[in-house]
């Protein structure tokens, strides 16, 4: 099973980062990295920006060019964000294509190894365990 | 004697081995502060070390200078962990474990793993290349004394590791260069001349993803095409019942580069520029070479100590030299200072080929992570200084360009005439 379309994208893996600006803790966080990330997913196709200087999650990058784009099959994003992908494997096997300044993202992982449960418990809540790795 | 407990202090020591301008010191400057901690607080408290690839997640972090603190914290793996990492800057975990595979294990996992290697790594198993080790030590020298003047390190000593390892693991000419270029942008992401105005992580993301698919490309050719070479054992190995994936094999391929390359390659530069500090050990050397370089070897990694520092987490709350250290908190040993502390060694500044003892700390300081491949590392250094010094006599080096770095004590570059 996978996410059904993009908005499905958008809900979770977008969700994450609004979850995350509000964490009281992990927001003021990524709000100091001022990345503006953008991943672009294919199965479905679908894109989501983190802009950590407006802490917004869009479909876009309206405005701020994004500082590095990560693209990837959605399936690989939604194990990602379950602490299941190893980002410089995954790079190394072109599962993941990183554009732009991956040193950024190397600044985020901190932050992101946070987020994973955070991530698991909202699919487990939404009743998605057919999404969890 | 009983031992002391300090009560809890977190104050920061005020000789910090923090900042990068420590580690873009020399190595005289280091030691002056490493020499005063030794003496007056071997176990101390400093803030995070300065890094560059992600925020510190710690208050601070242990540094310990003493030899014989070392040898404890090395041979206790149950109480100083590998597996949350062994870089005494702060390293995101993704990274750690696709670069350094079971460096950064403990246990039985990390001994099943280690295993798979090492058998190829003993004394027996290396004495069976040793011949070949030897031609190519002579190839190398016929090469620099075909010449006038130029780098020594790339004329010489980076190939004869680069020749080995890649040789043990049956990797074609053809990539060997491009392997070990990166594998020396996996220890050099704090070297601005290196990174040429990238960021440290890029250049080690870089290094890394390149290194990785390496490994992994040529585990596909030994799978299709298997060869009697460590890769294509590794390939039908079972640990466990299990073989390994494809995933763990690339991230062997990126230790054994990093360990089988920068190390030996610095030993040799640091070594042949000492030897010509040091005239009167170089004519010891002479005199006797078969009967004197198996000490001197020791002498040689240890004056140079090319490894200078490796981390360990704690399991539990601990005492080591008198300070309580509490769980989780890192413990940060300095080979560099453990193998200059007048406790262990008689005039450690003197590069002294006859030492009657040297406990040195090169490899490590003992434990289960002891340099697997100390014994073919010994005798690439014996090749080597075999051939330099019977057939390079005239052999002038310059003044070492130094890395900048917390890890290894690399030498980017060193000019020399003949
Ligand atoms: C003069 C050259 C070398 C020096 C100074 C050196 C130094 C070290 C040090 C300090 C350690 C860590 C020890 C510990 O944590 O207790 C180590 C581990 C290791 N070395 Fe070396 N090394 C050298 C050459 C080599 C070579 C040629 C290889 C060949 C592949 C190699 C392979 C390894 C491996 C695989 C480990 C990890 C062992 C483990 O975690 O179990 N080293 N080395």
């Known amino acids: 099973m996978g996410f059904a379309d993009a908005a499905e994208v958008r809900k979770y893996i977008g969700g994450i980062f609004e979850a995350a600006f509000e964490d009281p803790e992990i927001g003021p966080k990524l709000r100091d990295t001022g990345i503006v990330l953008q991943f672009t997913f294919t199965e479905p196709?679908?894109?989501?920006?983190?802009?950590?200087?407006?802490?917004?999650?869009?479909?876009?990058?309206?405005?701020?060019?994004?500082?590095?784009?990560?693209?990837?099959?959605?399936?690989?994003?939604?194990?990602?964000?379950?602490?299941?992908?190893?980002l410089p494997l995954a790079m190394a096997k072109s599962k993941i294509k990183v554009q732009g300044n991956v040193a950024s993202l190397l600044k985020l992982a901190p932050l992101g190894k946070q987020l994973f449960p955070v991530y698991i418990e909202t699919l487990r809540s939404d009743g998605r365990d057919d999404l969890i790795v | 004697m009983t031992a002391q407990v300090t009560e809890i202090e977190r104050t920061y020591d005020p000789v910090s081995v923090s900042p990068l301008a420590f580690w873009a010191g020399t190595w005289e400057q280091?030691?002056?502060?490493?020499?005063?901690?030794?003496?007056?607080?071997?176990?101390?408290?400093?803030?995070?070390?300065?890094?560059?690839?992600?925020?510190?997640?710690?208050?601070?972090?242990?540094?310990?200078?003493?030899?014989?603190?070392?040898?404890?914290?090395?041979?206790?793996?149950?109480?100083?962990?590998?597996?949350?990492?062994?870089?005494?800057?702060?390293?995101?975990?993704?990274?750690?474990?696709?670069?350094?595979?079971?460096?950064?294990?403990?246990?039985?996992?990390?001994?099943?793993?280690?295993?798979?290697?090492?058998?190829?790594?003993?004394?027996?198993?290396?004495?069976?290349?040793?011949?070949?080790?030897?031609?190519?030590?002579?190839?190398?020298v016929d090469g620099l004394v075909a010449t006038k003047e130029g780098d020594f390190v790339s004329q010489v000593s980076k190939r004869l590791p680069m020749w080995t390892i890649y040789e043990m693991m049956g990797l074609p000419e053809d990539q060997r260069e491009l392997a070990a270029h990166h594998a020396d942008g996996m220890v050099s992401w704090a070297d601005e001349d290196v990174a040429a105005g990238r960021e440290p992580g890029e250049v080690l993301s870089e290094a890394l993803v390149t290194l990785l698919q390496i490994g992994m490309e040529h585990t596909e050719r030994r799978r299709a095409e298997p060869k009697a070479d460590l890769w294509t054992n590794l390939i039908h190995a079972e640990v466990d019942g299990q073989r390994l994936t494809d995933d763990e094999?690339?991230?062997?391929?990126?230790?054994?580069?990093?360990?089988?390359?920068?190390?030996?390659?610095?030993?040799?530069?640091?070594?042949?520029?000492?030897?010509?500090?040091?005239?009167?050990?170089?004519?010891?050397?002479?005199?006797?070479?078969?009967?004197?370089?198996?000490?001197?070897?020791?002498?040689?990694?240890?004056?140079?100590?090319?490894?200078?520092?490796?981390?360990?987490?704690?399991?539990?709350?601990?005492?080591?030299?008198?300070?309580?250290?509490?769980?989780?908190?890192?413990?940060?040993?300095?080979?560099?200072?453990?193998?200059?502390?007048?406790?262990?060694?008689?005039?450690?500044?003197?590069?002294?080929?006859?030492?009657?003892?040297?406990?040195?700390?090169?490899?490590?300081?003992?434990?289960?992570?002891?340099?697997?491949?100390?014994?073919?590392?010994?005798?690439?250094?014996?090749?080597?200084?075999?051939?330099?010094?019977?057939?390079?006599?005239?052999?002038?080096?310059?003044?070492?360009?130094?890395?900048?770095?917390?890890?290894?004590r690399a030498v980017k570059s060193m000019p020399y005439t003949l």
């Open chain 1, 45 to 86: 196709d679908s894109v989501v920006v983190v802009d950590a200087v407006k802490a917004t999650v869009g479909d876009s990058a309206d405005g701020a060019a994004p500082g590095a784009v990560m693209s990837m099959a959605a399936d690989t994003g939604n194990a990602y964000w379950q602490g299941k992908v190893n």
């Open chain 2, 249 to 408: 094999i690339a991230s062997f391929f990126v230790l054994l580069s990093v360990a089988g390359n920068d190390t030996t390659r610095n030993t040799i530069s640091l070594t042949a520029r000492a030897l010509q500090d040091f005239p009167d050990q170089k004519a010891l050397l002479l005199q006797d070479f078969p009967g004197r370089i198996t000490p001197a070897i020791e002498e040689f990694v240890r004056y140079a100590t090319p490894v200078m520092t490796f981390r360990r987490t704690a399991t539990r709350d601990t005492v080591l030299g008198g300070q309580q250290i509490k769980e989780g908190e890192w413990v940060l040993m300095m080979y560099a200072s453990g193998n200059r502390d007048e406790r262990a060694f008689d005039d450690p500044d003197v590069f002294d080929i006859l030492r009657p003892t040297n406990n040195h700390l090169a490899f490590g300081g003992g434990g289960p992570h002891y340099c697997m491949g100390n014994f073919l590392a010994k005798i690439q250094l014996t090749e080597i200084f075999d051939q330099l010094l019977h057939r390079a006599p005239t052999l002038r080096l310059g003044e070492p360009e130094y890395l900048t770095g917390n890890f290894v």
């Open chain 2, 30 to 140: 280091r030691e002056r502060s490493f020499k005063f901690l030794r003496d007056e607080r071997p176990v101390s408290w400093h803030p995070p070390l300065e890094g560059a690839l992600m925020p510190p997640e710690n208050d601070g972090v242990w540094v310990v200078t003493r030899h014989e603190h070392i040898l404890e914290v090395s041979k206790n793996p149950q109480v100083f962990s590998s597996a949350r990492g062994v870089m005494i800057e702060e390293v995101p975990d993704d990274i750690n474990e696709a670069a350094s595979s079971f460096l950064v294990m403990d246990g039985p996992r990390h001994l099943s793993l280690r295993r798979l290697v090492s058998s190829a790594f003993t004394p027996k198993q290396v004495a069976r290349i040793h011949d070949q080790i030897r031609r190519q030590a002579s190839a190398i």
